[in-house]
């Protein structure tokens, strides 16, 4: 079974300082794995996608997020923080396809981001 | 172009009563799934609609169906409401294609007193 686990239920960063945001997968196939990010009372947004065409993946807001496969990781990561990046960010992994149909998303506990002035 | 909108924003329910939440999908999408979200945790699976059939189901009772109509709009119902049903209830909508990202509405904050 396919499954994802992000390291850390919450990390406190300053501005201007490296987001560091970790996510792990399970997948006995190559995986199609997402980041999302929920600010508070919203649904979630897309941060980014990895679906095999490139390790490094850039996403909106200035995130990106490398697929390591010997690692089985999917980290996020942003530079310089800004206040404004202060939300809740899961890791995302598409199960397997069965019947045809589009198979459903296996999201991790999320992170929440805090930044500090 | 409207994302993916859902209602009501908010209800309030009492244990044993039923529940009926609405989706419509961004538009040129024609996949539409459901995912519940505690208080302090992921999103969960409940199921999927595709060509108004269910695709799909998580690991969800009977209690919660749904319904998805010929302009791709779904519903989602849940009866015998438990208080642990109390969620914040998202709808997502794609299109059919493998790597296809969900697109996720605001979503539905039930409380069940």
């Known amino acids: 079974a396919q499954s994802v686990t992000q390291l850390g239920s919450h990390v406190s960063v300053s501005e201007g300082a490296l987001v560091l945001l970790r996510c792990n997968y399970s997948s006995s196939v190559p995986p199609y794995l997402f980041w999302y990010v929920q600010y508070p009372n919203q649904g979630l947004q897309l941060l980014l996608k990895?679906?095999?065409?490139?390790?490094l993946v850039k996403g909106i807001n200035g995130f990106e997020a490398e697929f390591k496969k010997s690692e089985t990781s999917f980290h996020l990561t942003k530079p310089s923080a800004h206040m404004s990046d202060a939300a809740e960010y899961f890791c995302?992994?598409?199960?397997?396809?069965?019947?045809?149909?589009?198979?459903?998303?296996?999201f991790g506990k999320g992170t929440k981001l805090s930044v500090k002035p | 172009d409207a994302g993916v909108t859902q209602s009501p924003t908010h209800l309030i329910k009492t244990r044993g009563q039923q529940v009926t939440l609405r989706c419509s999908p961004k538009?040129?999408?024609?996949?539409v799934s459901w995912y519940q979200q505690a208080l302090g945790q992921g999103p969960q699976f409940i199921f999927q609609y595709y060509e108004e059939e269910e695709r799909q189901r998580g690991n969800f009772p009977d209690r919660f169906s749904g319904h998805q109509f010929p302009n791709y709009s779904s519903e989602l119902n849940v009866n015998a409401l438990l208080l642990g049903d109390s969620a914040l209830y998202l709808c997502?909508?794609?299109?059919?294609?493998?790597?296809?990202?969900?697109?996720f509405g605001n979503g539905t904050r039930l409380t069940v007193t």
């Open positions: 995302a992994v598409r199960s397997l396809n069965y019947g045809g149909s589009q198979g459903n998303l296996i």
């Open positions: 990895y679906t095999s065409a490139a390790t």
């Open positions: 538009s040129g999408h024609d996949t």
């Open positions: 997502a909508s794609s299109s059919p294609s493998r790597n296809s990202p969900l697109h």
